[in-house]
């Protein structure tokens, strides 16, 4: 069992930057491929970035690549989002994700049915 608790998320203008932070519980952390999917109002929840168990693979959403880096600390059982560039478009409700397979099949990754723990979330809201 993990329980994941994100924070991080605020206003901030457009063109800004956020780090978001994902805190799990659990002794099997560094055994967990790690992910961040967002919301928006009325939208399905939308893969933005993926990392593997020991941090050595990543993969990003195409909306998001070259803005957005995820990384992760297996000490502190703990991945981040560092948001820069920010857009309008990037307001959502940011959701942290664990899972136990990594592929090197892209839309594998990218699918929430791969991801079995799941945060509350933390809103993001870019202004422009």
């Known amino acids: 069992q993990v329980q994941l608790v994100e924070s991080g998320g605020g206003l901030v203008q457009a063109g800004g930057s956020l780090r978001l932070s994902c805190a799990a519980s659990?002794?099997?952390?560094?055994?967990?491929?790690m992910g961040w999917f967002r919301q928006a109002p009325g939208k399905e929840r939308k893969f933005v970035a993926v990392?593997?168990?020991?941090?050595?693979?990543?993969y990003y959403a195409d909306s998001v690549k070259g803005r957005f880096t995820i990384s992760r600390d297996n000490a502190q059982n703990t991945v981040y989002l560092q948001m820069n560039s920010l857009k309008s478009e990037d307001t959502a409700v940011y959701v942290c994700?664990?899972?136990?397979?990594?592929?090197?099949?892209?839309?594998?990754?990218?699918?929430?049915?791969?991801?079995?723990?799941w945060g509350q979330g933390t809103q993001v809201t870019v202004s422009s």
């Open positions: 994700a664990a899972g136990v397979v990594w592929s090197t099949i892209t839309s594998t990754l990218a699918s929430p049915g791969k991801y079995n723990y």
């Open positions: 659990g002794r099997t952390f560094s055994a967990y491929t």
């Open positions: 990392i593997s168990s020991n941090g050595g693979g990543t």
